[in-house]
C-alpha cells in the first residue's frame, strides 16, 4: 500500500508553510495572553499540543492514497448529515446555539467534520459527472442539492459562519468545474433575491451583527465593540508596530477574543503593516501551492479534491481577515493555523493531510 | 496513463486554473489594502483612539446558589463582605501605603507585601485583593482615613455564610480557592485563578449547579490603565438554589441533643428514604474555609481526635452490637430455624467448641423466646439461633436489609460497612471461617460494621413493611427565579420480600424495648406515641477475653478511649411507621443510657411540631 518511493516526493514546500504560520500563530498566542490565565496549562502551550496533534493526523492522511476517499463520499457524506441532523435533536446548547455533540471526552461540532466532507463528496461528484462545456443549469440540481441540505441545517443551528462557509467552498468548485454562462447568470439573479429574502430568516442577533457592521458606531459599546476595538487595534500598528508584547490594545484586554477569532488583530498591533504584508503572502502562498497541487494531481477527483480543500482553506482566512479589518460581519470565523483552538486547527491539518497525499501521488502512475 | 487523468493540454482548463490564482490573488490584495487603508492613511488617527481608548470588560462574581431544607427555610446563603485591595497606578508611595495598612489591618505588612508580589502580574487595571472579609468597623475606620492611604481600594463581594455553624456542615461541606491542579483539570476548564469552588460535601457535588454565572461590567480607563467610571453591562447570574430534604429545626434539635458527645445521627423518612437529618459530631464550622482558613485552624481540626472533619453518618464504620440482631432474627424466622415462640434456655453464657461466649447478664435470662430476647437483648439466643443460620444466610438477610452497599449520596467518603461471609474472608485473610465468628457476628460483633446511615436504612426498611427506599438528600433543584429544574422523587432500590407475619414478631419485640418493664430502652418511651426501639453496645476493644465471673469493671476507671460505643435505632409510631432514626455515641457505654435520651429529643421535637402544624394549619 504505502510505497517507499513516495517519501521522495513528499511535499516540503507545502509542509513548511504550514509549520511556518502555525509556529508564528503560537507566538502571537503567547503574546496576546501573557497578561491572563495566571495557571493552568498556558494556551500556547495547548496550542502546540494541537498543532502537533493535527501534525500527526496530516502525515498519517499521507500514507493510504487520497483515492479510497472516492468510494467512501457517499457514505461519509449520509453519516455526516445524520450526524447534522441529530445535533439539532439531541445537541449541546451553549452560547445560545446549538454545534455540539457531547462525546463524553470531547465535544464533536458535525459542522466542522462536514467541511471536509462536503469538499470529497463534491469532488467526486464533478469528477465522475465532468462537463466540457460548462454544468446546464439542470445538471446543477443534483451538486446543488448536495451542497444545500447540510448549509441548511447548519443555518438551523444557527451557525451563520461555517453555513456561509459550506456555502463558499460549494461555489468554489462548482465555478470552477464549469458552469455555462446563461446558468450563471440566472443563478447570480437568484442568489440576489434569495439574498434579499434571506434577511427576514435571520435570528435577531444575526441581524443585529450585520447591522452594526455596516455601522459599528450604533452600538459602540454592544455588538459594534469587536469592530471598533479590532479596527483600532490593527489601524494602531502603523507601518512597523508596536513590538512583540507591546500592543497596548491587546495587552490591556480592550480587545475581546483576541486569542481565538481576533488573533489577527494581535498581530496587525503588534507588527504593523509590514508584519501583515509578509503573513499575508505567507498565506497567499499556501493557497498558491494548493492549487498548484490541483493542477498536477493525477486525477480528476484528486483535482477537485485539492481544489476544495484550498477553497476551504483560502475563504476561512478571507473571510476571517474581513472580518478583524472591517471588511465584513463579525460571522466567528477563525483564523487556519493562527486562531487558538483545536477544532480549527485539527480542519486545517486534515485539509493540509489530503493536499500532501494528493501532491505525493501525482507522480505515480 | 490513467484514463480519468485531466490532459494538461486542456486548454479551458488551464484557463480555469489561471482565473483562480489571479481571484486568490486580488482577495489578497483588496485585503492588502484595506490594511494600508488601516494601518498608513489613518494609522495616525487610529494611535490617537488607543491612546484615549477607555473601556474594557472586568467580570463580577457571581453569587453562589443557596441552599434551602426540604420547607424552603434557608440553611446557607452570602452575605456581603469587604475585601480590602490595592489599585496599582493611585499608589504613590507603597511602603508608607503598607505600613499604614498593617496597623489598621492589625497584621504584617511583609505578609501584605507578599500577597501584593504574588498577584502582581494581575492586568494593571485589575485590583489586588490585599485583606478578605474585613469586619465592619475596621472598614468603617479605613474609609474615614482614605485620604492618607491613596491607591486602597475597598470592594465588597459575596461570601458565603453558613448561620448555623456547625450544624450539617459534613452535608453542606466547605468551599475553598481553586487550586493550579483542580484548574488543570477538565471540569474545572472553564474557571479562573482566585475563584472559589466547594472542595467537599453538596458544595462540590453539586458545584455546577450552585456556581453562578459570572457578569460584567464596563470600565473606563485610560491607556495606562487607571479606572475611571464604571458601568454594569450584564448583570451576574447567581447559582441555583438546592432544597435539602432535610428538616432545619428537627436537624438543630438532634445537633443539639448531642451535646458535648461526639456520634452520628440520621432520621429517615419510612414511606419515601428522604434524610430528615443527619449529624455527625463534633463538627467544624465551614465559614472558617470560605474566608481562608488559617493553619492553626486547620491544624486543631485535623490533629483533634474526635475527627471534626469526618462525616461519621456515612463514613464512620462502627460495629452494629446489638441492633444487628433483627437481621439474625429475621434470617432465622425467613429460614424456620426456630418459630417465634420457642425457648431458649439463656444460663448465662454458650459454649462453642473450647470457648465461651457470654450474655451480657452474667446470671442469665431463663427460658427465652424471640420477643423477650429482643426486649431483654439476650445475647445467648442469638448465638444458639447463629449455630442453626449459619454466616451466609445471616449476611443475605443483612444485605436484604440494606447493609453492607453505598448510596450515593452527592457527598464525600460514603462508606459500605462489612457483611462477612466466607468467601470474604477467605479473600481478605486466606483463612476458613470458624463458628466463633458466626456466633459472635450473630450479635453484630466481630467482623460486622455499619455506617448509622446504613442502620437508619435497615430500621426503615423494617419499619415500612420490606421496602427498600433509596435514602436521598436532594429534594429538588431551582433556577434562582424559582423555575423548577430537577426534582426527585422516592426511589424503591427493591423489595426485601419480608413475611409480614415474621416481621410481625420483631416489630412486636422492638416495642416492648421501649413499652415493657424489662425494656433495655425503656426511658425513651414519650407520650402519646408508641417508639419501638432496639439498643446496642459496640465494644471497642475487647476487655479481657473472657473475665471471670464475678469481677466488676468500674467504669469510670476504663480511659474514655477505650469505653464501648452506645447505638440506638428506632422508629415511630409503632403502628403506621413515619421516621426512622439511628444514633450512635461514641464511647457513651449503653445504647438505652446514652443515645436513648437522643431520640427522645428527635421523637418528642418531631411529633409536638407535626402536632403543632396540623392543629395550627387549615384542615385538609
Redesign the interface.
Known sequence: MFDRRLLGSFDWVLFGLVLLAATIGIANLYSSTSSWNFSGIPIYTKQGYWLGMGSTIALILTIFSYRHLEHLASATYLACVALLASVLIFGKTSMGATRWIDLGVFNLQPSEVMKVVIIITLAAYFSQHESNEGYRLKELIAPGLLLAIPVILTMKQPDLGTAMLLLFIGMTMALFAGIRRYALTILTLLASCAMTGGWFLLHGYQKDRIRTFLDPERDPLGTGYHIIQSKIAVGSGGLWGKGFMQGTQSQLSFLPERHTDFAFSVFAEEWGLFGCILLLGLYLAIVLRGIHIARKADSSFGMYLAIGVTAMIFWHIIVNLGMVIGLLPVVGVPLPLFSYGGTSMVTTMIGCGLLLNISMRRFMF | ??L???QPDDL?RKR??EW??LA??F??T???I???S???I??D???T???K?R???IPIAAPRGPIYDREGLLLVDNRPSFTVSILRQEVTDKQQLLTRLATYLNSDWQQLEADWNKRR?????RPIPLKHDVARTTIENLSENSIDLPGMLIEVQPMRAYPYREAAAHIFGHIGAIT?RE??QQRYSDY???DYIGKSGIEKHLEPYLRGIAGEK?VE?D?K?KKLRQHQ?RPPLPGKSIFLTLDRSLQLQTEQAFGDQSGAAVVLDVNNGDILAMVSRPAFDPALFASGISNDQWQALVNNPDHPLQAKAISGQYPPASTYKMVTALAALHEGVISPNDLIDCEGRTTVGNRSFRCWKKTGHGPTNLKKALRESCDVWFYEVSLKLGIERMSTMARNLGLGRTYDLPLDSEQSGLIPDKTWKRNRYNAPWYKGETVIAAIGQGYVLATPLQLAVMTSTIANGGTLYQPHLIKRIEEFDGKILKQYGPHILHDSELDLEDLSYVKRGMEEVVNHPRGTGKSTAIDGVIIAAKTGTAQVVRLKDDPVDGEEVDIEEIAYRHRDHALFVAYAPAKKPEIAVAIIVEHGQHGGSAAGPIAKQIFKHYFTTKADTSTGGPDV
Open positions: 496513463m490513467a480519468n487523468s485531466p479551458s480555469r486554473f483562480l490564482m486568490a490573488i482577495f489578497f483588496l485585503l492588502g484595506r490594511l494600508w488601516l494601518q498608513i489613518y494609522g488617527q487610529y494611535q483612539l488607543s491612546q481608548n473601556t474594557r470588560y502580574y494581575y492586568p494593571q487595571y493550579e484548574l488543570t479562573h485563578a482566585g464596563l480607563v491607556v490603565g453591562v
